[in-house]
């Protein structure tokens, strides 16, 4: 089961390092450079998701001997709380997610939005929220940089 969390970590690596590659304009010398306060609220709720997921991840790995995503899932719907919780995060996370950040992204000039729903299934959804909102929160100070800066090119 070890490999399987380092696979899966190796994918969350790949598909947020795809994101930002995609979206490397907003990180360009000629784009915004600083952080704003709401942008940096996102990544630190971002990381602080992450260790908090993959440290219970982790945990549960270890805990259990057949470990594997069917079982994971199951134990999902474990009580009446519980079962409310899942159905709740996973109608959010395969189906309000992509369609949020797909047709969202697009509309705000994201490049390839369908990346957030990837990452969540190798990361988080919190973390993807996170990173698709600090993306947004980004590209909308790019915006208003962005025609000044072909003006003058």
């Keep these: 089961m070890t490999e399987q969390l380092f696979s899966y970590g190796v994918l969350g690596v790949l598909s947020t390092a795809a994101a930002v590659y ?12 600083k952080v704003t306060a709401l942008e940096a609220i996102y990544y630190v709720v971002a990381v602080s998701s992450l260790v908090l997921g993959w440290y219970f991840n982790v945990r549960y790995v270890h805990a259990y001997r057949h470990a594997s995503y069917t079982n994971y899932v199951r134990m999902l719907f474990t009580n009446w709380a519980a079962d409310s919780a899942a159905q709740d995060y996973t109608i959010v996370n395969v189906l309000l997610l992509p369609l949020w950040t797909i047709t969202d992204g697009r509309r705000r000039g994201l490049r390839i939005p369908w990346v957030f729903f990837v990452m969540s299934l190798f990361t988080s959804l919190a973390f993807s929220m ?6 947004v929160e980004r590209q909308s100070r790019y915006s208003l940089v962005e025609p000044a800066l072909s003006k003058t090119s």
């Design 130 to 135: 996170a990173a698709y909102l600090a993306l």
């Design 22 to 33: 995609w979206n490397r304009n907003l990180f360009a010398r000629t784009a915004p450079p």
